[in-house]
């Protein structure tokens, strides 16, 4: 009984354990879950703003193979085409972006790939300032040293230029033949691009809602324009080698939000191609993965081996802490003890026994006695007892060992040294 209670505090401790790990949990199992902590337009984000219901519905199409890719875009492996998603994009990418992410999109677009480029919600721009008269206290002399700083700076820039040959622009802008531009509070609606005839490749359910100020000014060939939003090219589309490029200035019909309120079946499906394996990027967004012990263990699908490393290492916690046998009940007094043969003496009776043979006890314990009463052999009679002593050793030495009495010689030797007390 006294053992069963010892042990209830840390059965308790042990259910508490187990239950605040399982609501810790169940908390973060709801915040994956959400996905809240991803960014927005993220494959792993199922709220509103995620992408995830896109992701999810491209993976249960027959004959589809959808991945996520956490890294950078020159890591990516294969050379077989598919469609590459970078959903979500700011819209400086157009004009710096890292130019080894663009010459990649292009690898993949001529070798038959399909890249969309879904741009994330921009706000309206301010017009730029007015073009306002001169001060009247700057005096003539200023204008005319800015002027002819001006003129120098022009002359110069001019020469310039003249001597260095003209570099290619190292943006995607520069390179694609594109202009982005954007909306502004007070501009005047823009009309479409010149001879910009727009024949929708795909059939939309409803208008589609564009919650964007950017769009592409002026598409020039091989541009060609799939969709206007206010007269605005806002969906553009050329082809790149074998394969093609998409640019969506809106990444909201990508979204969870409008798959579940404002769905095209036809847009997603005219984004997606003819290519059956699907590729979303995630390192644009900060989503990335570092290859890691953890990470072979997720990829494998190990975590079984997990939960069981660590119920061994319970068990092996809990059996160094608490025995499974009894222990047993602790000798009471002395005289127990002297019953069950553990005193002091039938402890030393059993250690000679174990190191010391029967016919050396004799010789052994002579040499004891000699090393304890060494100072009283200077003494008149103990030296020549001693002699006595060793000559009665040196004959039993001579004989077999199955004619010594190690019994009887030990008697003699006490007699021999009892004859007369030491002093």
Same mark, same amino acid.
């Given at each position: 009984?006294?053992?069963?209670?010892?042990?209830?505090?840390?059965?308790?401790?042990?259910?508490?354990?187990?239950?605040?790990?399982?609501?810790?949990?169940?908390?973060?199992?709801?915040?994956?879950?959400?996905?809240?902590?991803?960014?927005?337009?993220?494959?792993?984000?199922?709220?509103?703003?995620?992408?995830?219901?896109?992701?999810?519905?491209?993976?249960?199409?027959?004959?589809?193979?959808?991945?996520?890719?956490?890294?950078?875009?020159?890591?990516?492996?294969?050379?077989?085409?598919?469609?590459?998603?970078?959903?979500?994009?700011?819209?400086?990418?157009?004009?710096?972006?890292?130019?080894?992410?663009?010459?990649?999109?292009?690898?993949?677009?001529?070798?038959?790939?399909?890249?969309?480029?879904?741009?994330?919600?921009?706000?309206?721009?301010?017009?730029?300032?007015?073009?306002?008269?001169?001060?009247?206290?700057?005096?003539?002399?200023?204008?005319?040293?800015?002027?002819?700083?001006?003129?120098?700076?022009?002359?110069?820039?001019?020469?310039?230029?003249?001597?260095?040959?003209?570099?290619?622009?190292?943006?995607?802008?520069?390179?694609?033949?594109?202009?982005?531009?954007?909306?502004?509070?007070?501009?005047?609606?823009?009309?479409?691009?010149?001879?910009?005839?727009?024949?929708?490749?795909?059939?939309?359910?409803?208008?589609?809602?564009?919650?964007?100020?950017?769009?592409?000014?002026?598409?020039?060939?091989?541009?060609?324009?799939?969709?206007?939003?206010?007269?605005?090219?806002?969906?553009?589309?050329?082809?790149?080698?074998?394969?093609?490029?998409?640019?969506?200035?809106?990444?909201?019909?990508?979204?969870?939000?409008?798959?579940?309120?404002?769905?095209?079946?036809?847009?997603?499906?005219?984004?997606?191609?003819?290519?059956?394996?699907?590729?979303?990027?995630? $390192?644009? @967004? /900060?989503?990335?993965?570092?290859? %890691? +012990?953890?990470? !072979? *263990? &997720?990829?494998?699908?190990?975590?079984?081996? #997990?939960?069981?490393?660590?119920?061994?290492?319970?068990?092996?916690?809990?059996?160094?802490?608490?025995?499974?046998?009894?222990?047993?009940?602790?000798?009471?007094?002395?005289?127990?003890? $002297?019953? @069950? /043969?553990?005193?002091?003496?039938? %402890? +030393?009776?059993? !250690? *000679? &026994?174990?190191?010391?043979?029967?016919?050396? #006890?004799?010789?052994?314990?002579?040499?004891?006695?000699?090393?304890?009463?060494?100072?009283?052999?200077?003494?008149?009679?103990?030296?020549?007892?001693?002699?006595?002593?060793?000559?009665?050793?040196?004959?039993?030495?001579?004989?077999?060992?199955?004619?010594?009495?190690?019994?009887?010689?030990?008697?003699?030797?006490?007699?021999?040294?009892?004859?007369?007390?030491?002093?």
């Amino acid at each position: 009984m006294t053992a069963g209670r010892k042990q209830i505090p840390l059965l308790l401790a042990v259910l508490f354990a187990v239950a605040f790990a399982a609501g810790l949990y169940g908390l973060l199992a709801l915040r994956f879950a959400g996905g809240d902590l991803y960014p927005a337009y993220s494959t792993l984000r199922a709220d509103p703003l995620g992408s995830k219901a896109f992701h999810g519905a491209l993976e249960k199409l027959p004959g589809f193979s959808v991945s996520r890719h956490l890294q950078a875009l020159g890591k990516l492996k294969g050379k077989e085409p598919r469609t590459l998603f970078l959903i979500g994009l700011d819209a400086s990418f157009l004009d710096f972006a890292d130019p080894a992410d663009f010459k990649e999109l292009e690898r993949l677009a001529e070798g038959g790939g399909r890249v969309v480029l879904a741009f994330a919600p921009e706000g309206y721009r301010k017009e730029g300032p007015c073009d306002e008269p001169a001060e009247p206290d700057q005096s003539d002399q200023s204008d005319k040293s800015d002027k002819s700083d001006k003129s120098d700076k022009s002359d110069k820039s001019d020469q310039s230029d003249q001597s260095e040959e003209p570099d290619e622009k190292p943006s995607p802008a520069g390179r694609w033949g594109l202009t982005p531009a954007y909306l502004t509070q007070r501009g005047e609606p823009l009309e479409g691009p010149p001879g910009a005839v727009v024949e929708a490749p795909f059939a939309l359910t409803g208008p589609l809602s564009v919650h964007t100020a950017l769009y592409f000014e002026a598409p020039a060939p091989p541009w060609r324009v799939a969709h206007l939003a206010g007269g605005r090219p806002v969906l553009i589309e050329r082809p790149f080698g074998k394969g093609s490029l998409v640019l969506l200035a809106d990444a909201f019909p990508l979204s969870n939000e409008a798959l579940r309120h404002e769905r095209h079946p036809g847009l997603l499906a005219w984004l997606v191609g003819e290519n059956r394996q699907v590729v979303f990027a995630e $390192a644009h @967004l /900060g989503v990335t993965s570092s290859p %890691g +012990l953890m990470e !072979l *263990l &997720r990829q494998y699908r190990l975590h079984g081996l #997990l939960a069981v490393l660590g119920l061994l290492a319970l068990l092996v916690a809990w059996k160094n802490a608490v025995p499974l046998v009894p222990p047993a009940p602790e000798p009471d007094g002395e005289a127990e003890a $002297a019953a @069950l /043969g553990k005193d002091h003496f039938s %402890g +030393l009776v059993n !250690l *000679l &026994r174990r190191n010391i043979p029967a016919r050396e #006890l004799p010789e052994v314990a002579f040499r004891e006695w000699r090393r304890s009463f060494g100072r009283e052999l200077e003494r008149e009679g103990n030296r020549e007892r001693a002699e006595r002593v060793e000559e009665l050793l040196a004959e039993a030495a001579k004989r077999p060992a199955r004619e010594r009495d190690p019994e009887a010689e030990f008697r003699q030797i006490v007699n021999i040294l009892a004859e007369r007390k030491l002093r």
